[in-house]
């Protein structure tokens, strides 16, 4: 607390739970939670690593009721917007209409050009916000690894909205 | 949910042998799943890369989410950005729940377990 202003990160599980509880929802969300976490040293330098870019924006304007699945689409030239109406994030204090604010396109580009990260690769990869962690776990997660394989990707940038 | 879901989606490909850096506004979510290498960036969801139209600042959060590559050497590595919302109404007022908008919830609610039902009724789910 800072000059009696609550600047702690917002407790996110805890406010979601309350939320859909009062939305009359009666069994908790249970949130992934792991002891361990996997980790894989840099093969080679930034320098010279191929980079992908994940993100959970959508290539066109989804219905909420649509049903989501893994997409791809060239970085260079970057889709003029992407799309994120049907996903949960913060519509009264922000807005998504500035491309840059959650795929970071340019820096990127920026970065190749100077030489801070050796390479991108040619497309990015779109993942769905699923409920089931099953899904994602074994179905979507190995498509995107299959993908970034496919790309020759060193290192991977995920973004989520 | 996007959160966990490209936590998971990290894990796998760190699994996998491709490291990985996750950019986001989740802390608690992110955390919970644990990933290799998370950068935070303190503000409301939806612009993890820096606020709208501000290019100076997206290139230095994206450019300390790169450096966080080569600098962290185990799992678990938060790496929380310095950078500041220019309020902090947000932090209460997402997801808030009060007596005044308890019975707006509430029919919202209803309303989404009707959806789903009839999206199910349809076959209109994914079903791998």
Known sequence: MLDGVNRQPVPYMERSRLYYEAQGFTRAYTWAQFDDAPFSPMPKPLAESKLVLITTAALYDREASDPRYVA?????????RLYANDLSWDKNATHMEDRGSYFPVAPLLAAR??????????RFHCVPTDYSKRRTREVDAPEILRRCREDAADIALLVPV | MCHQTVSLVARHLEANGIPTVVLGSALDIVEHCGVARFAFVDFPLGNPCGKPDDAAMQTSIVDSALE?????????????????????????????VSPENLAELRRKGDERRAERQALRAAGRTRQE
């Open chain 1, 113 to 122: 050009e100077e030489g801070r990260i050796g390479d991108l690769a040619e």
């Open chain 2, 68 to 96: 966080l590559f080569e600098a962290a050497h185990a799992p678990r590595t938060t790496l929380a950005l310095p950078w500041r919302w220019e309020s902090d109404e947000w932090r209460e007022r997402y997801m808030q």
């Open chain 1, 72 to 80: 791809s689409a060239p970085l260079v030239p970057p889709p003029e």
